[in-house]
């Protein structure tokens, strides 16, 4: 995991490279943006601190829920402002000298929890069958990318999608063969998208994607790209078992400012259903 180091104090900044460099992947601040890279917990003195304890509160909400730990090092002249920023900015406190053993513990410490509320989010967010967003997490991400479009201009497209048959292949092979298809075709599925492109399992067998700053004819492709691949071969099961599988994908788009979610994903389920009626297999935009 990596460690920020923003202290003024140079002895105890090479003190603390010396002791924990070997162990942990370290990173030293040196101006106030550093504060936006990623990392997974942040060591301050009281003068960066003070300087910077706005811009730390900052960055410790944008991970929200997720917990970020800042440990403080600092003497006993500080108790006034460090009772202040204790558990509002500042998570633990070594005070000077520092102590080897002191340090290696509480970095342990907090570096345990955060790697706990980092399991924890995980498992809130992800469906755990396919390891997508579950849908209650992709509402949650989709209404802030609507918020940046409508801010910056531009189109969103959603898809929604759905295995063919997939009743079928659950009554056939049962339930178990049915979670093998799933996580196949989840896989299939966000193999074709972007890094930035917001997919998730909507529930069931249907799947939902937003294309991210594209249009329609972006889209297409992505959502033809799609089909191809979740089709282009069987799925192979035990005792030689080659399961054809095919997806329906129903497509929709709208323009900034005029970008309302609810009425994308209803756009998009109703060409889904006309791409079912009309033979699945297919797309309809």
Not at 57 to 86: G, S, W, Y
Not at 155 to 172: E, P, Q
Not at 272 to 280: D, F, I, P, S, T
């Amino acid at each position: 995991m990596k460690i920020l180091i923003g202290l003024n104090n140079k002895a105890n900044k090479n003190l603390i490279v010396k002791w924990i460099g070997i162990r942990y992947q370290l990173d030293i601040m040196e101006q106030k943006e550093d504060l936006n890279k990623e990392f997974d917990l942040l060591i301050v003195d009281g003068p960066v601190l003070e300087q910077l304890k706005d811009n730390i509160k900052a960055r410790k909400d944008t991970e929200t829920p997720v917990f970020l730990p800042v440990l403080l090092i600092t003497n006993r002249d500080n108790v006034k402002f460090i009772t202040k920023q204790l558990w509002v900015t500042v998570d633990e406190i070594i005070l000077t000298p520092i102590e080897k053993l002191e340090l290696s513990a509480r970095i342990e410490i907090l570096l345990r929890a955060r790697r706990l509320s980092l399991i924890t989010q995980k498992m809130a967010i992800t469906d755990p069958l396919t390891g997508l967003y579950n849908r209650r997490h992709f509402f949650v991400i989709t209404e802030r990318e609507i918020c940046k479009v409508k801010r910056n201009g531009g189109s969103i497209t959603c898809l929604m999608m759905d295995i063919d048959h997939f009743k079928k292949v659950n009554d056939t092979y049962g339930h178990t063969i049915g979670d093998i298809v799933l996580k196949e075709v989840a896989r299939r599925i966000k193999s074709c998208l972007r890094d930035f492109d917001i997919v998730a399992r909507y529930g069931g067998e249907e799947f939902v994607a937003i294309i991210v700053d594209s249009n329609l004819s972006i889209a297409q492709k992505i959502a033809e790209r799609i089909r191809q691949r979740v089709s282009e071969k069987p799925i192979e099961l035990k005792n030689n078992i080659r399961l054809p599988v095919s997806i329906s994908i129903g497509v929709s788009s709208q323009n900034a400012p005029n970008i309302d979610l609810h009425i994308l994903i209803q756009n998009a389920d109703k060409n889904l259903y006309r791409a079912k009626e009309l033979g699945r297999n297919r797309i309809v935009y």
